[in-house]
C-alpha cells in the first residue's frame, strides 16, 4: 500500500533558529504515529507545516500521493487532512453545537445536515449536554473534546492532533484514549504529539522522536522507550515526570 | 449518554426555522410603525426618517465590524458611493434612484472588496486595517471634491418633481410616503442582516471573527469570505447613502464621504450592541434624536444651562458622553447587554 502521507525532508527555519531540520517519514493508511520530544523540539512547527499553516522552508509534504507542500490549510482540512491546536481555539462565542456545524458547513455540508452531524458528533465525543453552551465557558477538558469534535466534523482522513491530552487530569484521559481508539478503527490516520507517554504506548503503532527540531528515533514503540539516546533526551525526566505538562 | 440527559438538552436542530424569533420580531415592528407618520408633526417625522437612515448606517457597519470583525473606520465611502452614484444617474441620465441604488451596492460592494483585498494582501489587522479604511475614504471625500465632473464641492441637489413619485423616490415634504419608503428600505436591510446571521457565510464571518486560523484549518476560506461580508455590508451602507439623498435632496462630499458618517457608523451598532441584529436599530432610536434635542436645549436653555444659549457642539458632547456611559457600563451596548441577561438564566 502507498503511504497516505509522506514526509521529506522537511525544514523549518525561523531567522536564524532551526525549528524542524529534514526530517522524514511515512504513515501508512489507517496507522497511528505517535511524535513525542522535549518542549521546543518543533512538534508542532512539523505539524504547522504539513497542515499548510505556513510553508516549510525546504522539504515536501505528499498526501494521497498528491504533492501538497503549498496548499493552504484551509484546502487541505476540506482535502481530509485536519489538524487541532495545541492550545485550543474554540469559536469563543458561539455554542458548542455551532462550533461543530460549522466545521461541518465548511467541509461542504448544507445548514440543516450541518446541524445534525454536528449533534452526532456531539454525542460521540460526550459533549452533547454541552451542545447549547457558549464554547468559551467550557473546562478544559471539554476544550480538548471539542477541538476533537470540530475536526472530525471535516470526516478527516488523517487527523493531526497535537497535545490532546496535556492538560487533562489522569482521570479523564483515558475516555479520550478510547475515542481515539475508535476514530482510528473508522480508519482514520493518526498522527499525534503528545508527552503522556501512557497513550503513547497504548495508541501507537510507530513514534516518531523529535530533538532539536531533527529526527532523533523512529520505531516501534518498545523500540523507541528502550532506545539510549531517547532516554537519555526525552525519557529520562519524563518517564519519573508523567504528569509533568 | 443518559436518555435524560439528552432530553434535557433543547434540541437544536428544531430551532431552524424560517420564522425563527427575529423574524416574528421583525413583522410585529414593522407593523407597529407603519401608522407612525400619520401620528407625527412633520418635524417629528424627519426625526423618524433620520432614525431609518442611522439604522440602515449601522447595520452596514455591523455586518463587516460587528459580525465579520473587521474593523472599519471608512464607512463614508460606501454611503458616500451609493449617495453619489444615483446622483449621478439621476442628475445627469435622469435615471430612477431605484437603478442607481443598485448600481451604487454594486460600486460600493466592488470598491469594497479592493480595498478590502489591498489590506489583506498586505496583511493588515485591527487597528491598521481601520487606518486603511478611513484613509481610502478620504482618499475618495478628497478625489470627488476636487473632481468637476462630479460638481466637486459644491455636490448635488436632487431635481425636483411636481407631486409623488415612487419611481423617482421623490414626494412633497411632509409626506408620510418618505417614512415609509425609508421603513420597506430598512425592512430589506434588516432581513437581509436576519438572513445573513444565520447563513452560512454569517456563521463563517463570526467564526472568522473569533480565530482566524482556527476557521482556515477548519477548511474556511478565509479571505474569501472576508471580502463577500464586506460586500454585503458595502451594499447596505449605500442603500443607506441613496435613501439620505432622495430625503434631504442634497448631498456633497463632505455630507457623503465626511468622516462624521465614518463615526457614525460606528456609534450607532456600538450603544446599540455591536454584532447582534437588532443593536444598531436599538443605537439610532437613541442616536438620531440627539441632534433636535440638543438643538432645541441650545435655541431654548432650561434656567441652569442659560450658559448654553447660542453654543454650539452640544451634540457632540452629548455623543461622548453617552458613548463612555454605554463603554463602561454597558460594553456590550444595549441590546447585547439585554440578550446577555436574557440568555444567561
Ligand atoms: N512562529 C514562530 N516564530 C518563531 N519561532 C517559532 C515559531 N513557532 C515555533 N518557534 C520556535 O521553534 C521551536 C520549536 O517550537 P515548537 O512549538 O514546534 O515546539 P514543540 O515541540 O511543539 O514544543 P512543545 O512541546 O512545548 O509544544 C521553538 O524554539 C519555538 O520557540
Ligand atoms: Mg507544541
Given at each position: 500500500?502507498?503511504?497516505i502521507v509522506?514526509v521529506?525532508?522537511?525544514?523549518?527555519?525561523?531567522?536564524?533558529?532551526?525549528?524542524?531540520?529534514?526530517?522524514?517519514?511515512?504513515v501508512?493508511?489507517?496507522e497511528?504515529?505517535?511524535i513525542?520530544?522535549?518542549?521546543?523540539a518543533g512538534?508542532t512547527?512539523?505539524?504547522n507545516?504539513?497542515?499548510?499553516?505556513?510553508?516549510p522552508s525546504?522539504?515536501t509534504?505528499?498526501?494521497?500521493?498528491?504533492?501538497?507542500?503549498?496548499?493552504?490549510?484551509?484546502?487541505?482540512?476540506?482535502?481530509g487532512m485536519v489538524?487541532?491546536?495545541?492550545?485550543?481555539?474554540?469559536f469563543?462565542s458561539?455554542?458548542?453545537l455551532?462550533?461543530?456545524?460549522?466545521?461541518?458547513?465548511a467541509?461542504?455540508?448544507?445548514?440543516?445536515?450541518a446541524?445534525?452531524?454536528?449533534?452526532?458528533?456531539?454525542?460521540?465525543?460526550?459533549?452533547d449536554?454541552?451542545?447549547?453552551?457558549?464554547?468559551k465557558?467550557l473546562?478544559?477538558?471539554?476544550l480538548?473534546?471539542?477541538e476533537?469534535?470540530?475536526?472530525?466534523?471535516?470526516?478527516?482522513k488523517?487527523?493531526?492532533?497535537?497535545?490532546?491530552?496535556a492538560g487533562?487530569?489522569?482521570?479523564?484521559?483515558?475516555?479520550?484514549?478510547?475515542l481515539?481508539?475508535?476514530?482510528?478503527?473508522?480508519?482514520?490516520?493518526?498522527l499525534f504529539?503528545?508527552?503522556v507517554m501512557?497513550?503513547?504506548?497504548?495508541l501507537s503503532d510507530?513514534?516518531l522522536v523529535?530533538n532539536?527540531g531533527?529526527?532523533?528515533a523512529y520505531?516501534?514503540?518498545s523500540?523507541?522507550?528502550?532506545?539510549?539516546e531517547?532516554?537519555?533526551?526525552?525519557?529520562?525526566?519524563?518517564v519519573?515526570?508523567?504528569d509533568?505538562k | 449518554?443518559?436518555e435524560?440527559?439528552i432530553?434535557?438538552?433543547?434540541?437544536?436542530l428544531?430551532?431552524?426555522?424560517f420564522f425563527?424569533?427575529?423574524?416574528v420580531a421583525?413583522?410585529?415592528?414593522?407593523a407597529?410603525?407603519?401608522?407612525?407618520?400619520?401620528?407625527?408633526?412633520?418635524?417629528?417625522?424627519?426625526?423618524?426618517?433620520?432614525?431609518?437612515i442611522?439604522?440602515?448606517?449601522?447595520l452596514?457597519?455591523?455586518?463587516?465590524?460587528?459580525f465579520?470583525g473587521?474593523?472599519?473606520?471608512?464607512?463614508a465611502?460606501?454611503f458616500?458611493?451609493?449617495?453619489?452614484?444615483?446622483?449621478?444617474?439621476l442628475?445627469?441620465?435622469?435615471?430612477?434612484?431605484?437603478i442607481?441604488?443598485?448600481v451604487?451596492m454594486a460600486?460600493?460592494?466592488i470598491?469594497?472588496v479592493?480595498v478590502g483585498?489591498?489590506?489583506?494582501?498586505?496583511?493588515?489587522?485591527?487597528?491598521?486595517?481601520?487606518l486603511?479604511t478611513?484613509?481610502?475614504?478620504?482618499?475618495?471625500?478628497?478625489?470627488?471634491?476636487?473632481?468637476?465632473?462630479?460638481?466637486?464641492?459644491?455636490g448635488?441637489?436632487?431635481?425636483?418633481?411636481?407631486?409623488s413619485s415612487?419611481?423617482?423616490?421623490?414626494?412633497?415634504?411632509?409626506?408620510?410616503?418618505y417614512?415609509?419608503?425609508?421603513?420597506?428600505l430598512?425592512?430589506?436591510?434588516?432581513l437581509?442582516?436576519i438572513?445573513f446571521?444565520?447563513?452560512k457565510t454569517?456563521?463563517?464571518?463570526?467564526a472568522?471573527r473569533e480565530?482566524?486560523?482556527?476557521?482556515?484549518?477548519?477548511?474556511?476560506p478565509?479571505?474569501?469570505?472576508?471580502?463577500?461580508?464586506?460586500?454585503?455590508?458595502?451594499s447596505?451602507?449605500a442603500?443607506?447613502?441613496?435613501?439620505?439623498?432622495?430625503?434631504y435632496?442634497?448631498?456633497?462630499?463632505?455630507l457623503?464621504?465626511?468622516?462624521?458618517?465614518?463615526?457614525?457608523a460606528i456609534?450607532?451598532?456600538?450603544?446599540?450592541g455591536v454584532?447582534?441584529?437588532?443593536?444598531?436599530?436599538?443605537?439610532?432610536?437613541l442616536l438620531?434624536?440627539?441632534?433636535?434635542?440638543?438643538?432645541?436645549i441650545?435655541?431654548?436653555?432650561?434656567p441652569?444651562?442659560d450658559?448654553?444659549?447660542?453654543?454650539?457642539?452640544?451634540?457632540?458632547?452629548l455623543?461622548?458622553?453617552?458613548?463612555?456611559?454605554?463603554?463602561?457600563?454597558?460594553?456590550?451596548?444595549?441590546?447585547?447587554?439585554?440578550?446577555?441577561?436574557v440568555?444567561?438564566?
Open positions: 500500500m502507498s503511504p509522506s521529506e525532508h522537511l525544514g523549518k527555519s525561523f531567522g536564524g533558529l532551526r525549528a524542524v531540520h529534514n526530517v522524514s517519514f511515512n501508512e493508511p489507517g497511528v504515529l505517535g513525542i520530544g522535549p518542549n521546543g512538534k512547527t512539523l505539524f507545516c504539513m497542515a499548510g499553516m505556513f510553508p525546504t522539504g509534504v505528499h498526501y494521497q500521493s498528491e504533492n501538497v507542500t503549498s496548499w493552504s490549510d484551509a484546502k487541505l482540512a476540506r482535502a489538524r487541532t491546536f495545541q492550545l485550543m481555539r474554540p469563543g458561539m455554542t458548542v455551532e462550533n461543530v456545524a460549522v466545521a461541518a458547513a467541509r461542504g455540508a448544507k445548514e440543516r445536515d446541524m445534525a452531524q454536528a449533534w452526532e458528533i456531539l454525542q460521540r465525543v460526550g459533549l449536554h454541552y451542545a447549547t453552551r457558549t464554547s465557558d473546562p478544559t477538558a471539554g480538548k473534546r471539542l476533537l469534535a470540530r475536526a472530525m466534523a471535516l470526516h478527516p488523517v487527523l493531526l492532533l497535537d497535545e490532546v491530552l487533562l487530569v489522569p482521570t479523564e484521559r483515558q475516555p479520550v484514549i478510547d481515539l481508539l475508535s476514530i482510528r478503527d473508522n480508519g482514520v490516520t493518526l504529539v503528545e508527552h501512557q497513550a503513547v504506548m497504548a510507530r513514534v523529535l532539536h531533527e529526527t532523533l520505531g516501534t514503540p523500540e523507541v522507550v528502550a532506545n539510549p531517547v532516554i537519555e533526551a526525552y525519557l529520562g525526566d519524563e519519573t515526570n508523567v509533568s | 449518554m443518559s435524560t440527559l432530553q434535557t438538552v433543547p434540541s437544536p428544531h430551532k431552524k426555522k425563527d424569533g427575529n423574524m421583525l413583522v410585529i415592528i414593522v407597529a410603525v407603519v401608522p407612525l407618520p400619520l401620528l407625527l408633526e412633520s418635524g417629528q417625522e424627519s426625526v423618524a426618517i433620520r432614525i431609518l442611522f439604522a440602515m448606517l449601522g452596514s457597519w455591523n455586518i463587516m465590524s460587528g465579520g473587521m474593523f472599519s473606520f471608512g464607512h465611502a460606501y458616500g458611493l451609493g449617495a453619489y452614484s444615483s446622483s449621478i444617474l442628475v445627469n441620465f435622469g435615471i430612477s434612484p431605484w442607481g441604488m443598485v451604487g460600486v460600493a460592494a470598491y469594497g479592493i483585498w489591498l489590506c489583506f494582501r498586505y496583511k493588515l489587522k485591527g487597528t491598521y486595517f481601520a486603511a478611513f484613509a481610502f475614504a478620504e482618499m475618495l471625500r478628497i478625489i470627488v471634491q476636487s473632481s468637476q465632473a462630479v460638481n466637486a464641492a459644491v448635488y441637489n436632487v431635481p425636483l418633481i411636481k407631486g415612487w419611481w423617482l423616490m421623490q414626494f412633497p415634504a411632509g409626506s408620510p410616503n417614512f415609509w419608503l425609508g421603513l420597506i430598512l425592512t430589506g436591510c434588516l437581509a442582516t438572513m446571521a444565520r447563513s454569517g456563521q463563517f464571518a463570526v472568522i480565530d482566524e486560523e482556527a476557521a482556515s484549518s477548519i477548511g474556511i478565509v479571505l474569501r469570505y472576508k471580502l463577500k461580508v464586506i460586500a454585503i455590508s458595502a447596505i451602507g442603500v443607506a447613502g441613496v435613501f439620505y439623498t432622495q430625503f435632496l442634497f448631498i456633497d462630499p463632505e457623503a464621504f465626511g468622516a462624521y458618517r465614518s463615526i457614525e456609534l450607532i451598532p456600538v450603544v446599540g454584532g447582534t441584529i437588532w443593536g444598531p436599530l436599538v443605537g439610532s432610536v438620531a434624536p440627539l441632534n433636535d434635542i440638543t438643538a432645541a441650545l435655541r431654548n436653555p432650561p441652569f444651562l450658559f448654553l444659549q447660542g453654543q454650539s457642539g452640544l451634540d457632540v458632547m455623543y461622548a458622553v453617552l458613548i463612555i456611559l454605554v463603554i463602561l457600563f454597558l460594553p456590550k451596548g444595549i441590546f447585547g447587554s439585554i440578550k446577555d441577561k440568555t444567561r438564566k
